[in-house]
């Protein structure tokens, strides 16, 4: 199955250039990557960027000016994005961890073996291997797939694999890849579009769908 070709004929060259443009902005400072996936974690993206901007305009966000921030105002920035006590006091745990142990530079994770880093950001509060894989992928440009609910529900429909285990089903996608970073990135991106747009959690488009004739799903329910 080439999935990486399916897709760029699918989308287009004007969606893979735009992919791959939009890509280089998304890690320009790894620490708010970070804070922007965290707050990301159980709302929409509107809401996300919502809370986001109100963060950033209430202070420079770094480690060490999340740590000095009274939590309050931290909480009150995050409202709109749910759960936003849990996801202050997170921040703040995580900021004074980058502060204690790298002195406030977030970029000094970088220069940990990419696994020995995927391990310690497992090791942070509130991330979990999404957040993990989307620093490595974005910020340190290393070729490893986050999982979201789109590609996991593509991948578990194609029979790619049976489980619902993340590492099982990133590892069941990653065997159809070339270690390419520019690839990686744009399958992720197509992906994830390919999910809100055809692969749908209900009343999925199977009669446009490029995987059909490989798809486990479409068989057991149309076959």
Known sequence: MDIYNSLRRFFGEDFYRKVLNFSKNICINPFETLVGTIISQNTNRRNTLKA???????????PQNILDTPIYLIEESLKGAGLYR???????????????????DFNKIFEMDPMKLRKFLLSLPGVGYKTADIILLFC?????MPVDTHISRIVYR??????KIYEDIRNS???YL???YEKYVFIHLALIEYGRKICM???PKCDICIFRDDCRWYFQNYG
């Open 173 to 175: 996608l990653e065997k």
């Open 52 to 62: 986001f901007k109100e963060l950033k305009k209430n202070i420079v966000i770094s």
């Open 201 to 203: 959690k209900r009343r």
């Open 140 to 144: 340190l440009k290393y070729p490893i």
């Open 86 to 104: 849990i996801k202050s006091r997170r921040l703040k745990i995580i900021s004074k961890i980058i502060v204690d142990e790298f002195g406030g």
């Open 158 to 163: 194609l029979g790619l694999t049976s489980s």
């Open 178 to 180: 070339d270690k390419s």
